[in-house]
């Protein structure tokens, strides 16, 4: 069945960087969109980014925009999410997810925590 | 971006009983809305997509319908395991965009 685990998250001050890493297994991961998803503490779900099968489309949400990228490496069945310019808000649980070509998720991974705080 | 609203907030239902979740889209989505569900300390699940589509797995309890900007998600016959936070999501229009949720909770 499908896995995705996220690893990467943890504990940074405000203006530090973070790379998650989520390894996939149980699908064909180059045929996919893979994607990450934020949940804030007390908030709802947030689209982060995503990138598509070949990396050729990469997307961000505006809070995203300069500060994260999104790659993946289909030989390693891997996406990534490297976070710089850290803020408080950007504290949340991020969702590694796997995603139909229109952008709807199929499958998500457990989340890993990132907090920023001094 | 297309803004997404759910109602109620919060639905206090007895197992057994059918409820009804509402969400709205900003402008049409056409038919491009999925529907998740989220239990305390658990990933979110896709339930049902465009918007009458079951994802696997899911049981026939769980019906979506709706187009353009008006979408419900029905649960016949609530199960314990289904008292939940439902999430909308379009994906008609980048960025896909989420419902603040409806928490269904036993009353």
């Known amino acids: 069945q499908v896995q995705l685990v996220e690893s990467g998250g943890g504990l940074v001050k405000p203006g530090g960087s973070l790379r998650l890493s989520c390894a996939a297994s149980g699908f064909s991961f180059s045929d996919f969109y893979m994607g990450w998803v934020r949940r804030a503490p007390g908030k709802g779900l947030e689209w982060v980014s995503d990138i598509s099968t070949n990396s050729k489309n990469r997307n961000y949400v505006d809070f995203a925009k300069g500060r994260f990228t999104i790659s993946r490496d289909n030989a390693k069945n891997s996406v990534y999410l490297q976070m710089n310019s850290l803020r408080a808000d950007d504290t949340a649980l991020y969702y590694c997810?796997?995603?139909?070509?229109?952008?709807?998720?199929?499958?998500w991974g457990q989340g890993i925590l990132v907090t920023v705080s001094s | 971006d297309i803004v997404m609203t759910q109602s109620p907030a919060t639905l206090s239902v007895s197992p057994g009983e059918g409820v009804t979740l509402s969400c709205r889209a900003s402008?049409?989505?056409?038919?491009?809305l999925a529907w998740y569900q989220q239990k305390p300390g658990q990933a979110p699940r896709l339930l049902i997509y465009g918007p009458s589509t079951r994802a696997t797995g899911i049981p026939a309890r769980f019906s979506g319908s709706g187009s353009g900007t008006e979408f419900t998600l029905t649960i016949s016959s609530l199960q314990s395991e289904d008292f939940a936070v439902y999430y909308c999501?379009?994906?008609?229009?980048?960025?896909?965009?989420f419902g603040p949720g409806t928490k269904v909770e036993i009353k």
């Open positions: 402008q049409s989505v056409r038919t491009n």
């Open positions: 999501q379009q994906y008609n229009d980048w960025p896909p965009g």
């Open positions: 997810a796997k995603a139909a070509s229109r952008l709807f998720i199929t499958d």
